[in-house]
């Protein structure tokens, strides 16, 4: 290590003294502007990764669903994953070190991790169209190149794409090119030959009307459309040309608002979609013939992909053992009819897809699926190649997919602290402040077929508030009387919380 080198270029990084983050959900996120020091020391962090594990590391600069205004920045794992749990503790100490602390804390991490410093590093970097984006990639960019790595900058991508880059880059290729173009090839060729066997095929079929929360997903999609040829035709909407990311648009919105985003008109059963910031949340919705707003979230979506794959395996004669994986978001009659009406054993962990996909894996096939439309099914390749020979059934098992209730509300809560509240059992109760689980459990009880928990935000300075029972108002009004109760119990500031409706 060239800690010359290093202190020098720190200093054009400088940390401001006493802010403290904490790599949370996804990463870091704050104001873009607290973050160049933070970048800088992620590049250095990812090449120290990089030479441990003898592999490509990937460094995805995105706050997600926050506002245009913040940033943030996330490590990607050699096989795409997450970053390991105790290298993001390592990612908090080294963010947080004072300057003149940087270099031993540098020290310590490569000490701990037996890092073999004479080892080759490479780091693959992307990022998302906010307008600080750019600068703050090119800190990362100094920080790798300071402790002697190599790397690629892929410029402008989603969350997905620099996944997908890191994934094909360490298992040679196997996977897919660790191309822009790889990555459209590998998609557009599965999705192709997945709906080419469907029984629908009209063209109201092969329409979908796409919001990008003015994001990069656009960008990226605009690019891929020409790999569908006749397979897709999208329609894209929020495409970043005027309105602001994720204001008023995006997956984020839909799914918390229960209606479109502005900026799309919406016929009687026409297929809809939203992304979130970073592309890596979908939600689908669509207006019925009355003009009722339905919208797939990830609770669905993970029903009907589950389902689908359940019946599958029955017809194919498979016993494989399937598995579901949730959040303590997931609206109480996906988890009842996952459960009772299709035998599909369901897991509940922490908010965040690195808790979610760690306990997926433990199946044959682990279907994860946040409610806000992050998730994905993994499964092994033989068991994809059976999949694929029957996928000709897969419009008609959607018909028969579940009708459930969507009595949700997300209400947001400013306290002076958020890490007053800690959660535990998959943060489905609050074990401080004390007195607010049994606030809670008061207030639930007054309402039928209802759940509501708080808990802190990862990615944002606020409490979350979750309620559900069986008619909107009563999710409504419970919701409420809980963030009245969070604000009175946990040192809420400003105004009193109102009602969401
Ligand atoms: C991040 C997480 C997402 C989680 C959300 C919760 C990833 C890739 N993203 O966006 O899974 O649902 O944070 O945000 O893990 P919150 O902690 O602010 O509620
Ligand atoms: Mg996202």
Known sequence: MDLGAITKYSALHAKPSGLILQYGTAGFRTKAEHLDHVMFRMGLLAVLRSKQTKSTIG???TASHNPEEDNGVKLVD?????LAPSWEEHATCLANAEEQDMQRVLIDISEKEAVNLQQDAFVVIGRDTRPSSEKLSQSVIDGVTVLGGQFHDYGLLTTPQLHYMVYCRNTGGRYGKATIEGYYQKLSKAFVELTKQASCCGDEYRSLKVDC???????????MEHYFSQGLSVQLFNDGSKGKLNHLCGADFVKSHQKPPQGMEIKSNERCCSFDGDADRIVYYYHDADGHFHLIDGDKIATLI??????LLVEIGESLNIGVVQTAYANGSSTRYLEEVMKVPVYCTKTGVKHLHHKAQEFDIGVYFEANGHGTALFSTAVEMKIKQSAEQLEDKKRKAAKMLENIIDLFNQVADRRVISTTNAERQAVTPPGLQEAINDLVKKYKLSRAFVRPSGTEDVVRVYAEA????????LAHEVSLAVFQLAGGIGERPQPGF
């Open 59 to 61: 460094v995805m600069v």
């Open 306 to 311: 589950s389902s689908f794959l359940k019946e």
């Open 78 to 82: 050699p096989l795409g994953e997450m």
């Open 470 to 477: 069986d008619s909107q108002e009563s999710a409504d009004h």
């Open 213 to 223: 929360a003015n994001g990069i997903g656009a960008l990226k999609l605009r690019e």
